[in-house]
C-alpha cells in the first residue's frame, strides 16, 4: 500500500487557541497492488476464483451499492482482497450469481466492516460466510470511540482513508478510476484492521463475545418482509385519518411499482414528504394536487395523473387500514409510570446497573444488551422471577450466551428488589 504524508506546511496546525498544534495522520491514497481491473467477463471471473481459492488467511470482502439512485439494494460491485491472491473488483452486473466466488471461498473467515449492510446484497448474489469477522463490530466491543472505518483505521493503524465516494452512484459504467481506488482501499487494511482488533479484544478477554456476536449475524435467518411496508413512510405519524392513511397507502404502493419498473430509487420519484402532503390534502383534480404545499419531486408533475388516481381509489376504497398496528411491544416507556408503576420501577432500576456493567466492559450498553430485549423482559417478567427464568426468557429473545452471563444476575435482582419509582421531572418551561 501506498501511504502519502501530508505536505509539511499541512502536518501541524494551529488550534482554534492557539494553544497548540494538531497532527495530520498519513492518508492512504494507493492500493498496494495498483488499481485493479474490474472483472466484468466469465473468464475473468474463473481466473478470480482460482486465485482466492489460492490464497491464504482469511478474506476481505466488501459490496458497493448505489443506495439513492436505483431500486432496491443490489450490489453494484464486490471488493475481495486476499492474501496470496491480491485485490478483485467484480462487476455482479453481467453475471447470473457469483457462487463461484463463494465456492472459491468455501471455509474461509470473510472480513467486512458492518457486515449486517452487506451481507444481504451479497446473498442475493449468491455468497453467504462460513466464517465472519466484523471489524465495526469488533471496534464496538472494544470500546473505541468511533467505530466508521475510517475512525477505527485511524485509531489503530495511524492513517487516514478517503471515504469521499462513499455514497456514489455505483451503478455507472464505466466506473471512474478514482471510484475503483476508493474501492480497493475499502479491502487494503482489513486483514491488518482484523489483527488489531483481535489483539484489543483478547488483551480484554472479550474476544469470545466477539466471536459469538459475529456468529450470530452469521446463522441468523433473513429477516422476514415488514408487514404493511408502507408503514415506514417518514411523516407517516402525521396522519390521523383512516382514509388519509389509506391515501399514504395507495401513493407508496404504485410510487414502488413505478420504481421497480424504472430500476430507480422511490425517493427519486416522490420523496415521502410529497406521498403525506398529498394524503393530508386529498386533491381532487391535478391543478388542486401540483398546488399542494409540500407536493414535490422530478415525477410530481409528470405522472400527476398516476398519483391523482391513488388518490381517487383512496377515496372510495372500503378497505382503510388501522391507524395503528397490533404490536405485542411494550408501550413507550415514558407512560409505564402511569399503565405499571411496578414495571416502570423494574426498567428504571436496571437500566443504571446495565449501563454500569456496560461501562465496566467498555462498551456501548446496547452492545452489552439490545433495548427492546431490556424493555420487555421489564414490562412483563417470567414467572417465578429468578435467575433461570430471567436467563431463559432473554434467551428466548436472541440474547447471546456473554450477555445473559454478564446481566441476567443484574436484571433478576433489580426486578425482585427495584429501587422506589422516581417522580417524572416536570418540563421546562419554554422561553
Not at 78 to 107: C, H, K, M, Y
Not at 288 to 316: D, I, K, Y
Not at 382 to 387: A, I, N, Q, T, Y
Request: glycine residues 4%; aromatic residues 6%.
Amino acid at each position: 500500500m501506498t501511504v502519502q504524508s501530508e505536505p509539511a506546511s499541512r502536518a501541524h496546525n494551529d488550534d482554534a487557541s492557539g494553544q497548540g498544534s494538531i497532527a495530520v495522520l498519513p492518508l492512504l491514497d494507493e492500493p498496494q497492488d495498483g488499481v485493479p481491473y474490474v472483472i466484468d467477463t466469465p473468464a475473468g471471473l474463473e481466473r478470480a476464483a482460482r486465485e482466492l481459492a489460492a490464497g491464504n488467511g482469511p478474506a476481505a470482502v466488501d459490496a458497493e451499492r448505489a443506495s439513492g439512485f436505483r431500486y432496491g439494494q443490489r450490489a453494484f460491485l464486490v471488493q475481495i482482497r486476499r492474501e496470496g491472491a491480491g485485490t478483485w473488483l467484480i462487476d455482479p452486473e453481467p453475471f447470473p450469481d457469483l457462487r463461484i466466488i463463494n465456492e472459491a471461498l468455501s471455509g474461509v473467515e470473510w472480513i467486512l466492516h458492518a457486515a449486517t449492510q452487506d451481507l444481504p446484497c451479497l446473498s442475493e448474489l449468491g455468497m453467504w460466510p462460513d466464517k465472519l469477522f466484523d471489524t465495526e463490530l469488533a471496534a464496538r466491543l472494544a470500546g473505541l470511540p468511533r467505530v466508521g472505518l475510517a475512525a477505527v483505521i485511524e485509531h489503530l493503524l495511524g492513517f487516514t482513508l478517503a471515504k469521499e465516494h462513499s455514497a456514489a452512484d455505483w451503478s455507472q459504467r464505466p466506473l471512474p478510476e478514482p471510484w475503483l481506488r476508493y474501492a480497493a482501499l475499502d479491502v487494503e487494511v482489513l486483514i491488518e484492521l482484523r489483527a488489531r482488533l483481535i489483539e484489543l479484544l483478547s488483551e480484554d478477554g472479550k474476544l469470545r463475545f466477539a466471536e459469538e456476536e459475529f456468529e450470530f449475524i452469521r446463522s441468523s435467518p433473513p429477516a422476514p418482509p415488514k408487514t404493511d411496508p408502507w408503514r415506514r413512510t417518514s411523516g407517516v405519524h402525521q396522519i390521523r385519518d383512516r382514509r388519509q392513511l389509506a391515501a399514504v397507502r395507495e401513493l407508496w404502493e404504485e410510487r414502488e411499482l413505478l420504481a421497480q419498473k424504472r430500476d430507480v430509487a422511490p425517493g427519486r420519484l416522490i420523496p415521502d414528504a410529497a406521498i403525506v402532503a398529498a394524503a393530508k390534502a386529498m386533491p381532487q383534480t391535478v391543478p388542486q394536487l401540483l398546488a399542494v404545499n409540500g407536493f414535490h419531486g422530478r415525477a410530481a408533475q409528470r405522472e400527476a395523473p398516476r398519483w391523482l388516481r391513488c388518490l381517487s381509489m383512496a377515496r372510495t376504497t372500503r378497505d382503510l387500514p388501522e391507524l395503528q398496528l397490533p404490536t405485542n411491544a411494550p408501550p413507550p416507556p415514558r407512560v409505564w409510570s402511569e399503565r405499571d408503576p411496578t414495571a416502570a420501577a423494574r426498567l428504571q432500576t436496571a437500566k443504571p446497573r446495565i449501563a454500569a456493567v456496560a461501562e465496566k466492559l467498555t462498551m456501548p450498553v446496547e452492545n452489552l444488551l439490545t433495548p427492546d430485549f431490556l424493555r420487555r423482559v421489564a414490562w412483563r417478567p417470567p414467572e417465578p422471577l429468578d435467575l433461570e427464568s430471567i436467563a431463559a426468557s432473554l434467551a428466548d429473545l436472541g440474547a447471546r450466551r456473554w450477555q445473559i452471563e454478564h446481566v441476567a444476575a443484574v436484571l433478576t435482582v433489580a426486578f425482585l428488589d427495584p429501587d422506589p419509582l422516581q417522580p417524572k421531572q416536570p418540563k421546562a418551561p419554554k422561553q
